[in-house]
């Protein structure tokens, strides 16, 4: 008994010793990552491999930087754990998921003088109205990158592809894809649109249908919903979700697949757009370390490299690679704008009455061409389109502010249930 | 004892009801079960990833202890652990397996986060929050209330019901959140009306329920007639309609307690912590407290120990997963499930003694019909063995 | 339709091996809650098993059929019915309480499948394997829809099926599962006859956990065409599976047409779905609510036959008898 209790002590008093050695230790920290789910996630993976890359290339040791995985969007861990990183002695934090913000936001209200950057978030944009009380904290940043690009091209090599299967004379029937979305809103309904018209850019007449799962991470969910496209006639199916069941089914069916975030192997894989986050860490970590201010909102763009296209698939067609260096040129130099407002129309949207309807929002000319349209870009809770971001006949995407704001259903994309 | 009839068929051992240890015995007992449990978990960690077993116990201590935040965190989980057991141990100890306490937290959450969203703005924060504790705690007891009925009406299987239930709270979460967050975005942004005040800071009064509740659970189990009512409908229902305990009531009453208890704590963690709901707000709780209101024998003084346990052993391995740079969640359930496998299996050697019985088939093939002697061997080696446990 | 009722049988197996291994160990009347960590612990065992294989073959794009199969299905049971030994040890010698050990195994089975996912497996090959684990028969086109629904399945579809219907037979006609019966109805009656307890009951456990262990297998190699991220899918699996045990009243027999149903209440949503996030919300909760309405019916009717083992969920303590 006496000999257990022994024991007992010694590791106790190990174990302070311990924590006291190991705080006087530490270097001095520096960068903070939080994560929405772990590593087995692509979109999460995504953010850390450019992580622990530009904490590498910056020359910081290993115990300056961590990451944390699986801190949800509900509840307080988010919050705590940012908290937990200020205390320390952290210089930066950043987290990667939409429904983290409120917490980080939270965090940069209480440590001044520690920087919170948040990834795909809106925060910033109350900062573009005239009401400096809404704005969020100095010390609170947001980033994104123009995706749009990226996916794009990514369309780009899609149309090729149905160019290459149904020959130059491809019929409305054969041109027609699917992409299954997470969420009706307007990150992926921007994501959705600029592949889409890449893929028109090449197939004038192809028309796209798309399935929601109302979940970022549900396979089963993904899975069906490609299957659902591919009997609802889809030749060839995209997504953006973060687990594989889009290209599970469209291996099974033998349909080209073009993907987000990750590469595949499999014969039915195209090609992939990405966002490359290491431009941006290694800005933020530069900042950090000099004390430089960081953007309120940054967005990266194909330019910076933060916008990537994957390595093309073995489903890729012929001659993809020069084409897209080509339109890849054109989008860097300004050429091409993705949102044109030449290149679509938005008849089907104005018409529309039920009850998520942007019809008030759209102004339009006779022949459907989108003249103005209110955006919700100033994030202010209300759900309200109240800044106009057609400019010069171009829909300004990321623009205003990092986070897209693009969420009109133009012709020629139709939402299944 | 008619062993010796079948004395041919006798295995190695057999087992036996030990009579109560000294506290002294079962504390020393569950100790080294926990920390060979967490030296092996370290072990595991260290294999996996670039640290080792002396920095894994730094790091589970660290990172509950390491500052006056996670201090105030760590009880603050602590709390809500405690405060769901709570809810759990008047349907465990009446033998109700409550398997539906996330469904219940979260249905509790909901309706606190439908007062906030709807009485936003156009009542007084004061009016809203005392809705939302009638509201949230009404739903939990609903929820609750429904395998109640079907199990004292009906004698529906009580565990599955509740784990239904579960997802389809989870699901009517989804639906709700779609019907309130326009962007289509299924995020709800936190709410800042209807808040539960903080006292001084954010964990007091989540750390000041559960205390409360554990008292207050506490004396309704040891000192009221409910109380006294429950644990003999547990032992034996048909004891119970003897001594005229109506039976369908208990049950009917203790589960509206059990969900109801669920449904404020639903209410803690929207109104009083994050003011916005998701489906994983309850974070597996309604589990997590199955195992320590189960590990702490529905006594709610044990709970506050099992509590504490948990919460560290999950706390702490956040912190060692930060440390190890292990990016994904797979050995925190390995060891968390270890260290449940150690105490539960701790528990049969607290309960049990195991005997060799060698002598007693050496006895028993001697004398066959000698029934008297072999007794008497048997219980000589018995006192013999009780003899060298107590050194 | 067609679509449907395909993916519906498709999917069914992943119930139907978990509801088969679970109502062989309840019917020992153990209650196993270990179900969605076992599960788990068989997908891991069986890629494992698969990886090795791939790793092993000088050309990884031609694996031999036969041998893919059987060490992907021994591995899986193999490492199943390990974690299946857990809680059997816990429970039956060292009589601790079925419900809190099997939620204990189901944390450490997540657990311990991902982390031997993640460290020891190798997944370059798994595309090539599981196209041949998820092939039906060759003529199953040339029927057309008919062959599509009935012929197009892999062949661990087709096991599961055959394991539901052999094991139903076993429990109805054979001795031994005669004798398992009893020992779930009363052990006590059981042991007096001589059964000995014990040792059907860690039998059943046993086997009922590989069985389990194979639906994970399947629902990686062949569903999800070896793409596998995380647990949490299969623990839910584990979860329904159990339900899917009340659900067929303890037969393995009407197991096989309960996971069809919930197959297809389970993929329905991606069919039918709402256009709006609110109706699909509403429809992926179709399957929960209809198990709990047949719940509800079953314990209304109060039928003999539909009720579980009397002894379940009860420890057996010899020197109480």
Redesign the interface.
């Given at each position: 008994m006496k000999k257990v209790l022994a024991i007992v002590l010694c590791v106790a008093l190990l174990a302070t010793l311990g924590v006291s050695l190991v705080a006087c230790n530490k270097a001095e920290p520096v960068a903070a990552l939080i994560c929405l789910h772990g590593d087995n996630s692509s979109y999460d993976k995504n953010f850390i491999d450019a992580f622990k890359a530009a904490c590498e290339a910056k020359g910081l040791t290993e115990d300056q930087y961590t990451i944390v995985v699986d801190i949800p969007e509900e509840g307080n861990d988010c919050y705590e754990k940012a908290a937990q990183f200020a205390d320390a002695g952290y210089k930066v934090v950043f987290a990667d998921s939409f429904g983290h913000q409120a917490n980080m936001i939270k965090a940069a209200k209480e440590f001044a003088d520690v920087q919170f950057c948040h990834a795909t978030g809106t925060g910033a944009s109350l900062s573009l109205d005239a009401d400096a009380s809404n704005d969020t904290p100095a010390n609170f940043h947001n980033a994104f990158a123009s995706i749009y690009e990226g996916r794009y091209l990514a369309g780009v090599a899609a149309g090729l592809k149905l160019i290459e299967m149904y020959g130059e004379d491809i019929t409305d029937a054969e041109a027609t894809i699917g992409y299954v979305g997470a969420w009706p809103y307007a990150e992926v309904i921007s994501g959705y649109t600029s592949y889409y018209l890449g893929v028109k850019s090449i197939v004038p007449n192809v028309t796209m249908k798309v399935k929601y799962t109302n979940s970022w991470y549900d396979e089963a969910a993904e899975k069906n919903a490609a299957i659902a496209l591919i009997n609802a006639g889809a030749k060839l199916v995209s997504g953006h979700a973060d687990s594989m069941g889009v290209p599970t089914a469209c291996k099974e069916n033998n349909i080209p697949n073009v993907f987000y975030n990750g590469v595949s192997t499999e014969d039915t894989f195209v090609i992939a757009s990405k966002i490359n986050w290491q431009p941006y860490f290694e800005y933020m970590l530069d900042c950090a370390m000099n004390n430089k201010p960081i953007d309120k909102d940054w967005t990266g763009t194909l330019a910076t490299n933060s916008v990537q296209i994957t390595a093309l698939g073995n489903a890729a067609a012929a001659g993809t690679q020069a084409k897209l260096d080509e339109v890849k040129a054109k989008l860097i130099s300004g050429e091409i704008k993705v949102f044109d407002t030449a290149n679509f129309t938005v008849k089907n949207a104005k018409a529309d009455t039920s009850a998520f309807s942007k019809a008030s929002y759209i102004t339009m000319d006779e022949n459907g061409k989108l003249l103005a349209y209110n955006a919700d870009i100033i994030d202010a809770g209300d759900y309200v389109g109240e800044t106009n971001a057609v400019e010069n006949g171009i829909f300004t995407e990321s623009s205003k502010r990092s986070a897209p704001y693009f969420d009109i259903i133009i012709d020629g994309i139709t939402i299944i249930a | 004892m008619s062993n010796n009839v079948k004395a041919k068929r006798e295995p190695l051992f057999h087992i036996v009801k030990r009579e109560d240890l000294k506290i002294g015995y079962k504390i020393m007992i569950y100790a080294i079960a926990i920390v060979v449990s967490l030296f092996l978990g370290g072990i595991m960690s260290s294999l996996a990833s670039k640290g080792d077993p002396f920095s894994f116990f730094v790091s589970l201590i660290d990172g509950c202890f390491g500052s006056s935040r996670k201090l105030w965190v760590f009880l603050q989980q602590m709390a809500l652990i405690l405060s769901v057991s709570m809810a759990l141990v008047p349907a465990f100890k009446m033998k109700f397996w409550n398997l539906g306490g996330n469904g219940q937290i979260l249905i509790g959450g909901l309706a606190a986060i439908a007062c906030m969203f709807y009485m936003g703005g156009k009542a007084d924060d004061g009016v809203i929050v005392l809705v939302a504790v009638i509201a949230s705690a009404l739903a939990g007891a609903i929820w609750a209330l429904i395998p109640a009925l079907c199990k004292a009406f009906f004698n529906t299987n009580e565990s599955l019901l509740t784990l239904m239930l579960n997802y389809i709270a989870s699901g009517l979460v989804t639906f709700f959140l779609a019907v309130w967050v326009k962007s289509g975005s299924g995020v709800l942004e936190p709410i800042k009306y209807g808040n539960l005040p903080e006292l001084g800071n954010p964990y007091i009064l989540i750390i000041l329920f559960g205390a409360l509740i554990t008292a207050l659970m506490f004396v309704y189990l040891r000192y009221s007639k409910h109380g006294y009512e429950l644990s003999v409908v547990g032992d034996s229902p048909n004891t119970a309609r003897y001594i005229g305990v109506n039976v369908k009531m208990v049950v009917i009453r203790t589960m509206i307690l059990s969900g109801a208890i669920c449904g404020l704590v639903g209410l803690l963690l929207t109104s009083g912590m994050s003011h916005t709901i998701g489906v994983k707000t309850a974070q597996n709780m309604g589990f997590t407290a199955i195992m320590t209101t189960w590990l702490g024998n529905c006594n709610p003084l044990m709970i506050i120990a099992t509590s504490s346990l948990v919460t560290f052993v999950t706390k702490g391995m956040e912190q060692v997963r930060m440390d190890f740079g292990l990016t994904n969640d797979s050995i925190a359930n390995l060891i968390i499930g270890l260290v449940y496998f150690f105490i539960i299996a701790c528990a049969f050697f607290i309960q049990y003694k195991v005997v060799f019985n060698i002598k007693l088939k050496k006895a028993v093939k001697a004398t066959a019909d000698n029934t008297v002697v072999a007794s008497t061997e048997e219980t000589s080696t018995e006192i013999e063995e009780n003899e060298e446990e107590v050194k | 339709m067609v679509?449907l009722l395909q993916?519906a049988i498709r999917?069914s197996a992943v119930f139907l091996f978990g509801c088969t291994g679970e109502i062989l160990t309840e019917k020992s009347g153990h209650?196993n809650l270990g179900i969605p960590?076992i599960m788990c612990g068989g997908t891991a065992g069986g890629c494992l098993g698969v990886a090795l294989y791939m790793a092993s073959l000088s050309d990884p794009s031609k694996p031999d059929y036969f041998a893919l199969v059987m060490i992907g299905i021994l591995m899986a049971f193999l490492f199943a019915s390990i974690l299946g030994g857990?809680y059997a040890l816990?429970t039956v010698s060292?009589?601790?309480?079925q419900?809190?050990?099997g939620?204990?195994?189901?944390?450490?089975?997540?657990?311990?499948?991902?982390?031997i996912?993640?460290?020891f497996v190798e997944r370059?090959n798994f595309?090539v394997a599981s196209?041949y684990i998820?092939q039906g028969f060759p003529f199953a086109q040339k029927l057309g829809w008919f062959g599509d629904i009935f012929f197009s399945h892999g062949i661990l579809v087709y096991l599961a099926i055959i394991i539901a219907l052999v094991v139903s037979f076993f429990l109805k006609r054979s001795k031994i599962g005669l004798g398992l019966r009893a020992v779930g109805e009363n052990p006590g009656a059981a042991d007096a006859v001589g059964i000995k307890v014990d040792k059907y009951k860690y039998i059943s456990i046993l086997v009922g956990s590989g069985i389990a262990g194979l639906g994970g297998f399947f629902y990686v190699m062949d569903y999800?065409?070896g793409?596998y991220?995380?647990y949490a899918?299969i623990e839910a699996f584990g979860?329904l599976a159990?339900?899917l045990v009340?659900f067929t009243l303890w037969r393995p027999n009407l197991a096989i047409i309960g996971s069809i149903v919930f197959g297809i209440l389970?993929?329905l949503?991606?069919?039918?779905?709402?256009?709006?996030?609110?109706?699909?919300?509403?429809i992926?909760?179709i399957p929960?609510?209809v198990?709990?309405l047949v719940?509800?019916v079953?314990?209304?009717t109060?039928s003999k036959k539909a009720q579980?083992p009397s002894a379940l969920g009860l420890t057996y303590?010899?020197?109480e008898r």
């Open positions: - | - | 679509q993916s999917f209650l960590g857990i816990l060292l009589k601790c309480n419900n809190i050990t939620l204990a195994l189901t944390t450490f089975g997540t657990g311990f499948a991902q982390f996912m993640d460290n370059g595309s196209t998820a999800a065409q793409m991220d995380s899918t979860w159990i339900a009340i389970y993929v949503p991606y069919f039918v779905g709402g256009d709006s996030s609110t109706r699909s919300a509403l992926k909760l929960y609510v198990t709990v719940l509800l079953i314990s209304i109060g579980p303590f010899r020197e």
